[in-house]
């Protein structure tokens, strides 16, 4: 199985600020990377698919790089409803692995 | 627009069954792989099982394969999740997804499963 690592597990972060989140792969995904913002108590919504491309209907304050085995998430300037748990996930090969999440809180 | 409505969770025992459903509105059902992924309590999310368009093709993760079956029902737009032999580590959320070629845009509200004697 192909292993996610997140870093860091938790961030405190300002609203304003720009944040970034890795993602690391155990082998290459090429650019099956995927990045999803879940709220307390909601479903995950997705962000960004294959890497770096912007989910319809999402702001362009997030933005996705990468490919092979290092990725990251960036938010551009933090906003208030962006505090929330987020996670990257493969989907090169079953079983679609994910990260084990990225908290980010409010500083 | 697109909806996924899971239901059919709840308190089951060790060693017990329990069928979750989802219903899917607002697109081609037929056309879409589908997901059923979860989430333990204060957990991250782990995929649990997808199934093609026409149900030909399914996988499983380990944690679940031999206990639990993927299907769908394309007249009913719906999917389904059957869970036997249920452990206590089978808490969780589960949520139903639509699969696109490379992610899952998609997802319902989820479904509170809870084994515990």
């Known amino acids: 199985d192909i292993q996610m690592t997140q870093s860091p597990s938790s961030l405190s972060a300002s609203v304003g600020d720009r944040v970034t989140i890795t993602c690391r792969a155990s082998q290459s995904i090429t650019t099956y990377l995927n990045w999803y913002q879940q709220q307390p108590g909601k479903a995950p919504k997705l962000l960004i698919y294959?890497?770096?491309s912007l989910q319809s209907g999402v702001t362009s304050r997030f933005s996705g790089s990468g490919s092979g085995t290092d990725f990251t998430l960036t938010i551009s300037s933090l906003q208030p409803e962006d505090f929330a748990t987020y996670y990257c996930?493969?989907?090169?090969?079953?079983?679609?692995?994910f990260g084990q999440g990225t908290k980010l809180e409010i500083k | 627009q697109v909806q996924l409505v899971e239901s059919g969770g709840g308190l089951v025992k060790p060693g017990g069954s329990l069928r979750l459903s989802c219903a899917a509105s607002g697109f081609t059902f037929s056309d879409y792989y589908m997901s059923w992924i979860r989430q333990a309590p204060g957990k991250g999310l782990e995929w649990v099982s997808y199934i093609s368009g026409s149900g030909t093709t399914i996988y499983y993760a380990d944690s679940v394969k031999g206990r639990f079956t993927i299907s769908r029902d394309n007249a009913k737009n719906s999917l389904y999740l059957q869970m036997n032999s249920l452990r206590a580590e089978d808490t969780a959320v589960y949520y139903c997804?639509?699969?696109?070629?490379?992610?899952?845009?998609?997802w319902g509200q989820g479904t509170l499963v809870t084994v515990s004697s």
């Open positions: 294959a890497a770096s």
């Open positions: 997804a639509r699969v696109t070629s490379v992610s899952h845009d998609y």
């Open positions: 996930q493969q989907s090169y090969s079953t079983p679609y692995t």
